[in-house]
């Protein structure tokens, strides 16, 4: 009886819950993808792949009335009555029978600019309709490379676990999400996700979330990493020219238009293509839309291009999206990668509101057992079915991943890797053993950013050796590393070591201690690199770089107390000495003399600072407002909210000075703040004041230094961390202070509009920097230069013309920089 009742069960469920599938083609058998196929008046719906196949689970066993919907051909409605499942129905779209009469200029008028005006004047009520909703959502993502290299800078690349054919091209991510999504415009997210599924990692959980899917052309701006100038923004006419290609009737009777859109200039953040408008209610019916790399200021990136799909509920009065598809072509250094997202939204259901505690902190999760679904799932909730190359890449990869994961494959790879060349004396040497997950380095002797040449050690070379375990299941990670610095002018060697542990992934608590014996700037953010202080004393005599002695050892720990809310706190033993000049040596400039490396008088050569030590013991706090996250299994993501700044607050005491007067206390803040303003620039702020307490005796390498450049160069990327032309010590202070930096880089609003100047893709930035300290006038700095300045992918140049002010003019320069 039991196994009679089973049977039934299954027979009754195999009707309840059928499944449709065929393929879509044109007239001419050619497979047509991205065909959106839904349930008429639902939120039910599905597409095609790329070889034009379909698959929609309908939970009846009723008939069932699809529509075949494609930009460009005419809509197709099908009645079809499910006698089995699966249920195969294929269909042939004919291409739409454009009417091309009414495509015509009259007395002066374009038509397109009359249906564009409406659809503006009409988007926010037809934004408004579908502001709140929970829906089904799936996501599937491909990303597919070409011509990669054996070796790529010396590094050698390998198969990429398997995804390199011998042609060195394939599929390296393939992942796939379900998930149950709530969500509130502007940005307000509540998702939940179900499945989760990555090629070759069975424990693996995808990235791929309904996060940053947003692409609301209702809104004015459309943020790709650059907000994009949408064809319907208030400010559109600025922007594009638009032209009626067609019109057309959908199944319903309701008159579509086709309208090309084109970029009045072809530099600035806009889209070129088609959108198609409602007639009467001027809602969106369809995006098709391409995107160019150089105007979203991402040159490596080639084009992209958008496709958007919305259906019609008659019941509800509603055009809503339900399959998005994104396409990207990109390449550097002869490289090529490909990829495609593909997003569908079913099963909607709009709210009037929600509950208060609907939304909050948290974003996204994951259900139990997200990674663990089997095929038959992914068979019955996949609603675009699989390509046969992604089939071919999910079989390869699932069936070689147990091989991979063994002892035996692990420790063959690595086998090859840990073979010791004799150029690894000077480059570097890496042993790894991937199965137990550890690692052993030795850092070779060309090291640029602690290398180099001073005054005080003359040319002076660094290793170090460094030890890493990790656990990627819980978060863990330990080192343990030693560095060794030799001084060829000094004939002096100094060593230091570190232990640094991180406990999870989590709320990222972290603990480190470290001591030894080193060289130190007096500013202890090292405002000059080894590699640029090398090349202005060498080529330049410049002796900028200040240096002590310090002999240390300290203990850290760090850790995110609540969300957003992160703590450190640290206590350090430090035993200090002046060093001097020890080397005469240039490349150039012979006749000239080195300063001393007293930073308050550069011709003391002969005497420097009084040896002292001291304890410090400090707190610190860092505070993101409205911070949101990503819970996964394996960690915590964190997701800034822009709309806040980032607070920052420290206090610091020293205590056990072998001179009382080196004692005292010191109180800091810092905002940060970041601000896009549309498609007019980014802006940047960052204030920082301090202040000191009995501190008149301290040593001067206590004082509060600020970050100044001499060297007319930036290889920070930084430019609201540090002044462009202050001398390195001129303004240190044991008083307090207010340090301010302001930046806008206006993104290219200015510059692409200038006829000719707009094709060099410049970006205009102009700054502000000042410091306030008691009873001297405020030193501040005026700058306006140029970003994005290059050729073809490659633009990491910028350069900026200063002038500096402090109770009158002071000095003006060039600098250059360089950001990767």
């Given amino acids: 009886m039991k196994n009679l009742f089973t049977l039934v069960f299954i027979l009754t469920s195999s009707f309840i819950l059928a499944q449709i599938k065929g393929t879509v083609t044109d007239s001419n058998g050619n497979a047509l993808p991205y065909v959106n196929i839904y349930i008429e ?3 039910m719906g599905t597409t095609t792949n790329e070889n034009g196949k379909y698959e929609l689970n309908v939970n ?9 919907q494609y930009l460009g051909y005419k809509t197709q409605k099908h009645v079809l009555n499910i006698t089995q499942s699966p249920f195969v129905y294929d269909v042939t779209l004919q291409e739409e029978d454009f009417q091309l009469n009414e495509v015509v200029v009259q007395n002066g008028i374009n038509p397109a600019d009359e249906i564009i005006k409406k659809a503006i004047a009409n988007k926010k009520i037809n934004a408004d309709k579908t502001d709140k909703f929970e829906a089904d959502f799936y996501s599937r993502g491909i990303f597919r490379v070409k011509d990669i290299p054996e070796k790529f800078m010396g590094v050698e690349v390998g198969d990429l676990d398997g995804s390199l054919d011998s042609t060195r091209s394939g599929v390296i991510y393939l992942s796939e999400t379900v998930s149950k999504i709530k969500f509130e415009k502007p940005n307000n997210l509540k998702e939940e996700i179900i499945a989760s599924k990555i090629a070759g990692n069975d424990n693996g959980f995808s990235y791929n979330t309904a996060l940053n899917t947003n692409y609301d052309f209702y809104e004015n701006y459309v943020d790709f990493g ?4 949408s064809p319907i923004a208030d400010n559109a006419f600025n922007y594009y020219r638009y032209k009626l290609e067609s019109t057309f009737y959908d199944d319903k009777k309701q008159l579509i238009n086709k309208i090309n859109v084109t970029p009045k200039r072809d530099k600035e953040p806009v889209f070129e293509g088609y959108i198609y408008i409602v007639e009467d ?5 369809g995006i098709d839309l391409d995107i160019k790399g150089y105007r979203m200021q991402q040159p490596i990136l080639e084009t992209m291009k958008l496709i958007q799909n919305f259906s019609y509920n008659k019941e509800e009065k509603l055009w809503v999206k339900n399959v998005q598809s994104l396409d990207f072509d990109a390449g550097i250094f002869g490289m090529k990668f490909t990829g495609k997202f593909t997003h569908v939204f079913s099963n909607y259901h709009f709210k009037e509101s929600f509950e208060k505690k609907t939304f909050g ?11 663990k679904k089997e095929d038959s799932y992914w068979q019955s909730n996949r609603p675009v079915p699989l390509t046969e190359e992604e089939v071919t890449n999910y079989t390869k990869k699932d069936s070689i991943q147990i091989v991979r994961k063994s002892q035996t494959y692990l420790d063959s790879i690595d086998a090859k890797s840990n073979k010791f060349k004799p150029f690894d004396v000077i480059g570097g040497y890496t042993y790894k053993n991937s199965y137990k997950n550890w690692s052993l380095s030795y850092e070779g002797l060309v090291n640029f950013t602690s290398s180099g040449f001073n005054t005080v050690q003359g040319y002076n070379l660094e290793s170090g050796f460094s030890f890493r375990k990790w656990n990627e299941e819980t978060g863990k990670f330990t080192s343990l590393s030693s560095k060794f610095n030799y001084g060829f002018a000094e004939d002096r060697l100094r060593v230091t070591g570190r232990y640094y542990h991180r406990f999870n992934n989590k709320n990222y608590a972290n ?3 470290s001591g030894g014996s080193t060289v130190s700037q007096f500013n202890s953010n090292d405002p000059i690199p080894h590699f640029v202080n090398t090349v202005s004393s060498l080529f330049f005599r410049n002796n900028f770089m200040k240096l002590y002695n310090k002999e240390f050892a300290e203990i850290n720990y760090g850790q995110e107390v609540v969300n957003g809310i992160f703590a450190n706190a640290k206590v350090s033993y430090e035993n200090r000495h002046a060093l001097f000049n020890n080397t005469d040596y240039s490349a150039t400039k012979k006749e000239d003399i080195y300063t001393s490396n007293d930073p308050l008088n550069p011709f003391n050569y002969t005497s420097g600072f009084e040896k002292h030590s001291l304890y410090k013991a400090s707190i610190s706090t860092r505070i993101r407002f409205g911070q949101k996250y990503i819970s996964r299994p394996d960690g915590k993501i964190n997701i800034q909210n822009d709309n806040y700044p980032v607070l920052s607050l420290a206090y610091e005491k020293t205590f056990g000075g072998s001179e009382s007067n080196y004692n005292y206390d010191f109180v800091a803040a810092r905002i940060d703040y970041n601000k896009t303003f549309g498609n007019k620039g980014e802006f940047d702020i960052n204030i920082r004041g301090g202040k000191f307490f009995n501190a008149e005796g301290i040593s001067f390498i206590d004082y509060k230094h600020f970050n100044g450049n001499q060297t007319h160069v930036n290889f920070r990327g930084n430019y ?7 001398p390195y010590y001129t303004h240190s202070t044991n008083d307090s202070y207010i340090e301010t930096h302001v930046q806008h880089n206006f993104k290219g609003y200015i510059m692409n509009k200038i006829p000719l100047v707009n094709k060099l893709q410049w970006n205009l930035v102009g700054g502000f920097h000042q410091i306030n300290v008691p009873n001297v006038k405020p030193y501040q700095e005026f700058s306006v230069g140029f970003d994005n ?5 490659f633009r990491f140049l910028r350069i900026d013309y200063v002038r500096a002010y402090q109770n009158g003019f002071q000095g003006d320069g060039i600098l250059f920089g360089l950001r990767f």
């Fill in 41 to 43: 008046n639902t939120y």
């Fill in 60 to 68: 009846t066993s009723k008939n069932v009335t699809l529509l075949f």
């Fill in 226 to 229: 650059i907000n994009m100038i």
């Fill in 281 to 285: 209610t001027w809602a969106i019916y």
């Fill in 361 to 371: 902190k948290e974003i996204v999760t994951f259900a139990e057992n997200a990674n």
């Fill in 511 to 513: 603990l480190s201690l």
């Fill in 720 to 726: 609201t961390n540090a002044f462009n032309l202050l």
């Fill in 789 to 793: 300045i290059g050729f073809g992918k």
